[in-house]
Each structure stands twice: as structure tokens, then as C-alpha cells.
Nanobody, 123 residues
Framework: QLQLVESGGGLVQPGGSLRLSCVGS????????IAWFRQAPGKGREWVSC????????VYAESVKGRFTISRDNAKKTVYLQMNSLKSEDTAVYYC????????????????WGQGTQVTDSS
């Protein structure tokens, strides 16, 4: 059974940066695509980015393209989300999730979820 734990959230001013981490335990991350989702108050869960298991290919939502970077270190069982040039609309709880399907955007295709980490605009 794969467990995921996120960390790295916090208060940040617009234009600032944060790096989120998602650490896996229980089984190897190697065979899973890992995605980041976010959920703002009163809104549905939004897919943000994913990194493939097969070749490390990365994909981003248009709203974060050019500002966020996803990366994975399988040896450390960790996936990162570097968030730069943060905007107030990035305020949300951020979740990492694992799927055996590369490139899927649907939350229902992700079998394992972390508990989430809060990112908040401090302005």
C-alpha cells in the first residue's frame, strides 16, 4: 500500500515562491504517475501538473505553465512542485496523488492521495 505525505505549504506573498514535497512510503514510486491537484475554498479539485512514471515526461495546466515545475526523485521516493511567481488565485490546499495511468487528469484515476498542504496568499 502506497502512502503519500505532502509538506512545504505556507503563507506566501504574491510573486513569492514555495516548494512542495510529496514523499511516498510503503512501496516504490517508480511505477506510478504522480500528479499535483489543488482545491480552493468553494471550488472543485483542479489538476495542476503530473510527471509520468514511464519517462519522466511532465505536463502542466495552462494556469501554472511557466511558473510551476514538477520533478521526481525516485531514489528518495519524492516528487516536488516548485512554485514561482505565485498569485493570489494559487491559494488552495495542494494534494499529491498516484496513478498507474500516465497522463490522466481525472481524480478518479488516482488511487492514492496525500492529506494535503495549504498554500495561502499572505497579502
Amino acid at each position: 500500500q502506497l502512502q503519500l505525505v505532502e509538506s512545504g505549504g505556507g503563507l506566501v506573498q504574491p510573486g513569492g515562491s514555495l516548494r512542495l514535497s510529496c514523499v511516498g512510503s510503503g512501496v516504490t514510486l517508480d511505477y506510478y504517475a504522480i500528479a499535483w491537484f489543488r482545491q480552493a475554498p468553494g471550488k472543485g479539485r483542479e489538476w495542476v501538473s503530473c510527471v509520468y512514471s514511464s519517462n519522466g515526461h511532465t505536463v502542466y495546466a495552462e494556469s501554472v505553465k511557466g511558473r510551476f515545475t514538477i520533478s521526481r526523485d525516485n531514489a528518495k521516493k519524492t516528487v516536488y512542485l516548485q512554485m514561482n511567481s505565485l498569485k493570489s488565485e494559487d491559494t488552495a490546499v495542494y494534494y499529491c496523488a498516484a496513478s498507474i495511468i500516465d497522463g490522466t487528469y481525472s481524480p478518479t484515476d488516482y488511487d492514492y492521495w496525500g492529506q494535503g498542504t495549504q498554500v495561502t496568499d499572505s497579502s
